[in-house]
Nanobody, 127 residues
Framework: QVQLVETGGGLVQTGASLRLSCSAS????????VAWFRQTPGKDREFVAA????????IYGDFLEGRFTISRDIPKKTVYLQMNTLTPEDTAVYYC????????????????????WGQGTQVTVSS
């Protein structure tokens, strides 16, 4: 089991920025694709962004590219989600997940493609 820890959430106002971090202690984390999802009670889980194991490919959920940016620091075993120009619609618990497949060429946008999940970090955007 790979343990992932998300940090960086908080309460901000519309238009603010946040950077979320997803860190793991296991070295294998750096060989996995990593994704961010978000969940609001009463709504379906939504794909936010994902990054290939080597950072070579990134994909984004609809209408999020350009405002959100996913990146990773391989030596630090950390994946980031930079969120800019936040709105109340971005309010959710944000989860990071690793696919658990070493050096995969596939970067999935579906939660079923990911094996290891963090506990989530709350992001609340007020108007």
């Amino acid at each position: 089991q790979v343990q992932l820890v998300e940090t960086g959430g908080g309460l901000v106002q519309t238009g603010a920025s946040l950077r979320l971090s997803c860190s793991a202690s296991e070295h294998t984390f750096s060989t996995y694709a990593v994704a961010w999802f978000r969940q609001t009670p009463g709504k379906d889980r939504e794909f936010v962004a994902a990054i290939q194991w080597n950072g070579g490919k990134t994909i984004y959920g609809d209408f999020l590219e350009g405002r959100f940016t996913i990146s990773r620091d391989i030596p630090k075993k950390t994946v980031y989600l930079q969120m800019n120009t936040l709105t109340p619609e971005d309010t959710a618990v944000y989860y990071c997940a690793a696919d658990g497949i070493s050096q995969s060429i596939v970067v999935s946008r579906y939660s079923m493609g990911y094996t290891y999940w963090g506990q989530g970090t709350q992001v609340t955007v007020s108007s």
